[in-house]
């Protein structure tokens, strides 16, 4: 009976993979008692095979629906989706093309094509159905998803331009950005939608709470409507950034709270970028400018630039900006209302009405711990070690106050040193010795040294590192270089995050350690230990 | 343009040179043959971890490639492979032993991954609700289980799983390489995978 079993099961797997299918009856019209055993061992081979991903044809060519749609496809007249025929191309951003379509009824849309490397998962569905569910007056509403094509197509309202759109014409008209009374107008609508997606809302989910990040709020997401401004692609950014294919990022750099970099989103992360959008729209300017690892370096610690506003607005959007996603505004809302009003006295009322216990506890620490900061950076500039070169290791970045027992909190601040020497001149001398080619010679991992291939190696340029590997480029990274830190500081990003890094230099020697993606502790030495995941590797200049 | 099996026969062409090389003392062939087993393993390894968020939080691809290739340049300075039936499955076996220790580090009971409280204990709700809070070191210890009860298979079936899932070597071609018959080569990919199937109690992981 075994026998017999494996040959039915042969022939009906011979029979698949030739596209010529058996069915179980016919297979089974002699031995009708195999018939359960059978179905059951064909649904454990077919179980088995979508778990392994596996096609039962050995190089069967694609069906209709599995070969992929190219943009080049896309035209006019086109029905991707029964009853949206396409008219034209409206633009193309980081996550796919964007055209107008006419639905049915023959009303307008904009349908959005995002390139998928894979079908969505269940929870991606499940997810889109959540932003299926989200109607809100200033949420540019999602009209029907569908997979299809290669594609994930997302209908939604057609908008009759950006905001981004507005400050080109006002620019135009050589004003420096959009007037602030129909600004704060958007800005007052952009906030109720955002408030609407970031408290958790028992109308989206079954049976929790649920939220929603944005996470990519930017003038090109802010579509005008009849004069009113909706925001669009609320939501995408989660579902999609493990399934697209051809996204340059998950995030859009200048306008990215710190907090992504780390790996984190906070319940205020919205609230950020929108002040940076503000700073833009308002000003014409962006808070931190420079090149893609100098922005970063900004988000993660400068303090931003908001020259480009008037005087009085500074600090609510100041507290907007801050490092910490606590010490922002609690709402949108609030910090849209503290931009009307004069923003030194709503930040006060607002502050302490708002800030959780813990910190108004700790805030006369902090208070002081500021002034101890100043009076240290101060004692840096003008005291007798001037240009000496660091005096403090890194893991000294956390300060106790001096002889004050328990009554004081340790509070963790950034380094306060500022540059012993100028800068600009030590970044540039330092990027000029560490450009070129360098070959990896050897890796130490939890203890154990390993020689690696002498084909991987490293090319390192500007602020970019390429990593190839036996002649295939694996990655390129941004890095930004500290060489007046101790040891100098090398961070790489990866993805959204940062990988904390320390480099020396010996003559044609490299020797560079790191963390894992997303620790927040950046080695102190060369050396990794059993049990450590810092990983060391050499490289010897090509 | 070439078809699938072309492909892969000129891989396999491809294999047995590095291999000669490698006997005939050239240092580069051994890089050559893992970048082969790497490839393979960025594919298994992005498969396993697209729906465990939390783990890529944790190694980041290129760590686990470093693991690999420290583990492949040991593996190919203690045993030099005779032939690329003998490559592919000692390849085999280091890339199941990177993916289970990778599953054992990070959702055993003292990985990080099992305990890490997503959102750093702030009041958000992430969109992606369901793959977000599945921090669910179960699921990834499935594929941990998947791997060793391959370990476990008959060394005949095992060496075809081998061949036919962790290299992806299509059939037709296996069946030339290990000298089998096609339909022998299916007999014991079938069994494998009924075998597997019933060692898990049908609890795959997703």
């Known amino acids: ?429 330092e990027s000029k010795r560490l450009s070129g080619v360098w070959i990896r010679q050897s890796i130490t991992s939890n203890g154990k040294t390993s020689q690696t291939p002498t084909s991987t190696q490293v090319l390192l340029s500007g602020d970019r590192m390429t990593y190839t590997y036996i002649a295939k480029q694996e990655a390129v990274w941004r890095f930004v270089i500290d060489p007046t830190k101790s040891p100098k500081a090398f961070d790489r990003m990866s993805g959204t995050k940062v990988v904390l890094g320390i480099y020396k230099l010996e003559g044609d020697r490299l020797t560079y350690a790191f963390s894992p993606t997303g620790d927040r502790n950046r080695p102190t030495d060369f050396t990794s230990p059993k049990g450590s995941k810092i990983i060391v590797q050499v490289y010897k200049r090509k | 343009m070439l078809s699938g099996t072309q492909m892969v026969e000129s891989q396999t062409t491809r294999l047995q040179s590095y291999i000669d090389r490698l006997k005939a003392g050239d240092a580069k062939a051994k890089d050559e043959l893992i970048s082969c087993a790497c490839d393979r393993l960025q594919r298994l390894t992005r498969k396993m971890l697209k729906s465990y968020p939390g783990v890529a939080r944790w190694e980041q691809t290129d760590d686990i490639f470093q693991n690999a290739v420290i583990r492949l340049c040991r593996a190919l300075n203690d045993t030099a492979p005779e032939s690329v039936k003998h490559f592919l499955n000692l390849a085999a076996l280091h890339i199941r032993r990177e993916l289970i220790d990778l599953a054992r580090h990070h959702y055993g009971p003292q990985g990080p991954g099992a305990h890490h409280d997503t959102g750093a204990g702030q009041a958000e709700t992430p969109i992606a609700v369901a793959s977000e809070t599945t921090m669910d070191p179960g699921k990834l210890a499935q594929w941990s289980e998947f791997h060793k009860q391959v370990e476990a298979l008959p060394a005949e079936e095992r060496e075809v799983f081998n061949i036919l899932w962790y290299h992806g070597i299509p059939q037709s071609e296996a069946a030339t390489l290990l000298n089998l018959s096609e339909r022998t080569l299916q007999r014991r990919w079938q069994s494998a995978r009924l075998k597997i199937f019933q060692a898990m109690n049908g609890t795959l992981p997703e």
């Not at chain 1, 905001?163 to 050589?174: A, F, I, K, M, Q």
């Not at chain 1, 929603?212 to 009113?228: A, W």
């Not at chain 1, 200048?254 to 790996?263: I, R, T, W």
Request: charged fraction near 25%; proline fraction near 8%; glycine fraction near 10%.
């Open chain 1, 1 to 429: 009976m075994s026998q017999k079993l494996d040959d039915l099961l042969l022939r009906w797997e011979l029979g698949r993979r030739g596209g010529n299918p058996v069915s179980v009856d016919e297979l089974c019209r002699d031995c009708p008692e195999l018939l359960s055993v059978l179905r059951s061992q064909i649904a454990a081979l077919e179980k088995m095979d979508a778990m392994l991903d596996f096609s039962p044809t050995d190089q069967a060519p694609m069906s209709p629906n599995q070969r992929r749609t190219r943009y080049d496809d896309l035209r006019p007249g086109w029905e991707p989706i029964s009853g949206y025929r396409l008219e034209k191309k409206l633009g193309a951003g980081g996550f796919g093309e964007v055209w107008k379509a006419i639905g049915p009824g023959g009303f307008g849309v904009a349908l959005k094509f995002v390139p998928l490397s894979s079908q969505l998962g269940a929870s991606e569905i499940r997810s889109l159905d959540v932003l299926k569910k989200v109607h809100h007056p200033n949420l540019l509403s999602i009209l029907g998803a569908w997979q299809a094509h290669g594609f994930l197509m997302v209908a939604m309202e057609q908008a009759d331009k950006t905001l981004l759109d507005r400050l080109t014409e006002v620019t135009t008209n050589g004003q420096i950005g959009i007037p602030k009374a129909e600004l704060i107008q958007y800005m007052q609508e952009i906030a109720k939608g955002l408030d609407y997606l970031n408290q958790p809302n028992a109308n989206l989910g079954d049976s929790a709470k649920e939220a929603i990040q944005h996470r990519d709020i930017k003038p090109q997401n802010l579509f005008l409507m009849g004069g009113g401004v909706k925001i669009g692609d609320f939501g995408l950014m989660r579902i999609l950034k493990k399934t697209v294919t051809d996204h340059t990022g998950s995030l859009t750099l200048s306008y990215a709270p710190p907090e992504f970099f780390q790996g984190h989103t906070a319940r205020t992360s919205d609230q950020y970028s929108l002040a940076v959008t503000y700073c833009q729209l308002r000003g014409g300017r962006l808070p931190f400018v420079g090149n893609p690892g100098q922005v970063m370096e900004g988000h993660l610690k400068g303090t931003p630039d908001l020259t480009m506003l008037p005087e009085g607005e500074r600090a609510a959007v100041a507290r907007a900006l801050d490092k910490d996603p606590h010490a922002r505004w609690p709402t949108c809302s609030e910090f849209v209302n503290a931009l009307t009003i004069d923003g030194s006295a709503s930040m006060t009322s607002t502050s302490s009405a708002r800030r959780p216990k813990v910190a108004r506890l700790l805030l006369p620490g902090v208070l002081v711990a500021v002034l101890v900061i100043a009076v240290i950076s101060l004692a840096w500039r003008f005291g007798p070690w001037q240009n000496k070169g660091p005096q403090v290791s890194p893991d000294k970045d956390r300060v106790s106050l001096p002889d004050e027992g328990d009554e004081w909190p340790d509070v963790e601040i950034e380094d306060p040193r500022p540059p012993s020497v100028d800068p600009p001149l030590v970044m540039a001398d």
